[in-house]
């Protein structure tokens, strides 16, 4: 079978790895992938954003199943018009892509269904979202409605702050259309737990649990990032609560989302908090996480492609999905000064251990095969062992075999789930 995959970061080169394990997969294809993903697959320059692009690359090359894993591409429709042009795909359609590209469609259905999130109130006219401002209940959360990178969050413990927040989203667009919409939210506290589930609309599986490490510095503190590091299985997340949450919030999603007639396919990721009122949901992604994917995939021991197939000829049901019982850590090293300013093009140097372990992000490669940093999050290294203390040890050995001018990396990944694990 002639696979590609839409993406071109970490996660993707996660897929990819994963994917070529697979018996079926002959050829693969990234588009536009990057200078790592390119020791597993054919990278191809077409930018996740360009659809039209895609879909005449597919029937150029007989393409046989496309993997479409970033935000933008699915809400944009990419799955609707591969699947038009006859080319089956692992993802949503653009109707069942609005669970993530819109917090303030997600939050209606998740009050109109009855499943457990945080209390909020949705404005799309600034003055009404002010006025409310004034007598909510502090912190509240400020949320963009639509796609921010994850970055449309703030919490705000005064309300100066939560009006400046609003100001800046509505009035001054500092996230585009995203902030036309705002979503004030209850602030909710608990261990966070990102699950991953499979799903084909009607049957979902949950993958291993893991924890994502969001904030650029150690200890939790500094600026929110797209994720710097992520441990599987999240020690807080019980086979209890991952009974409450199929029963609760999973299974009811999936249901939601057929009986609003937007049956959801792909990677449905559920952002939870284990609040002390039990599980509830903070957000979702239409998609695979970063770098969650990083940490769940490598301990996937499934035929990834033949659990993909299944999702999207709906015969999840009949699937055997099966993850080992060990743990992972995946320990991102970024650029210096990321998420705010960073430098690009700095050679990368690094072990052949290392490069088996890494999932790379932010990297071009000259045609002398020479690695650059060419982003902020350069690469993610990954290590699977018994023991989530091992498998945080390995992580961290193999980053010092990592060099490139400027990097940093988290000290601390881990370590919460670790002190959780002692309780
Ligand atoms: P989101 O982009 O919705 O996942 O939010 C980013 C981060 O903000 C989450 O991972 C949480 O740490 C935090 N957050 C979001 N919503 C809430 C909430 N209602 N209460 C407390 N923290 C929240
Ligand atoms: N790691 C969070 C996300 O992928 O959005």
């Given amino acids: 079978m002639k696979v590609m995959v839409i993406g071109g970061g970490g996660r993707e080169a996660a897929i990819c790895k ?98 457990p999130t945080a209390k909020c109130e949705i404005f799309d006219d600034f003055q009404k979202a002010l006025s409310y401002l004034e007598t909510c209940p502090l912190p509240v959360v400020v949320k963009a409605s639509g796609l921010a990178l994850g970055k449309g969050v703030v919490i705000a413990s005064t309300r100066a702050e939560a009006q400046n927040a609003v100001r800046a989203m509505m009035e001054e667009k500092v996230f585009g259309e995203s902030g036309n919409c705002v979503v004030l939210e209850e602030f909710l506290t608990g261990p966070e737990v990102s699950v991953l589930c499979f799903t084909d609309g009607k049957t979902i599986v949950p993958m291993v649990s893991s924890m994502d490490h969001k904030r650029a510095h150690d200890g939790d503190t500094g600026p929110n990032t797209g994720g710097m590091g992520t441990i599987a299985p999240n020690p807080f997340y019980t086979d209890k609560i991952a009974k409450t949450c199929m029963d609760t919030i999973f299974l009811p999603t999936i249901r939601a989302m057929a009986s609003e007639g937007r049956p959801f396919q792909g990677c449905l990721y559920f952002g939870l908090m284990l609040t002390p009122d039990g599980p509830k949901v903070i957000e979702y992604n239409c998609r695979f996480g970063d770098p969650e994917t990083q940490v769940v995939l490598p301990l996937l021991q499934s035929d990834l492609f033949e659990v993909m197939l299944a999702c999207t000829e709906g015969r999840l049901g009949q699937m055997r999905v099966e ?30 251990n290392a490069r088996a372990h890494a999932d790379f992000a932010g990297v071009e490669r000259t045609p002398d095969g020479t690695l650059y940093t060419s982003g902020g999050r350069v690469l993610g290294i990954t290590a699977t062992a018994p023991t989530l203390q ?11 075999e990592v060099q490139f001018e400027g990097l940093f990396y988290r000290r601390d990944i881990g370590a919460r789930a670790l002190a959780g694990l002692e309780e």
């Fill in 390 to 400: 091992e498998a945080i040890g390995q992580a961290y050995a193999l980053c010092r």
């Fill in 18 to 115: 994963k994917l070529r394990q697979s018996p079926r997969v002959t050829e693969l294809f990234a588009l536009p992938g990057n200078g790592g993903i390119a020791d597993y697959a054919t990278c191809v320059p077409i930018g996740v954003k360009e659809i039209e692009k895609q879909v005449a690359f597919a029937l150029n090359e007989k393409i046989d199943y496309a993997v479409v894993a970033p935000d933008d591409p699915l809400a944009l429709g990419a799955v609707d018009r591969l699947t038009e042009a006859g080319i089956p795909c692992f993802g949503p359609d653009q109707k069942a892509a609005q669970i993530e590209a819109s917090k303030a469609f997600s939050k209606r259905l998740m009050q109109k269904y009855k499943i």
């Fill in 323 to 352: 993850f080992s019982r060990s743990c992972a850590c995946c320990v991102i090293a970024a650029s210096g000064g990321y998420p705010a300013r960073y430098e690009k093009h700095k050679a990368i140097t690094l072990s052949e």
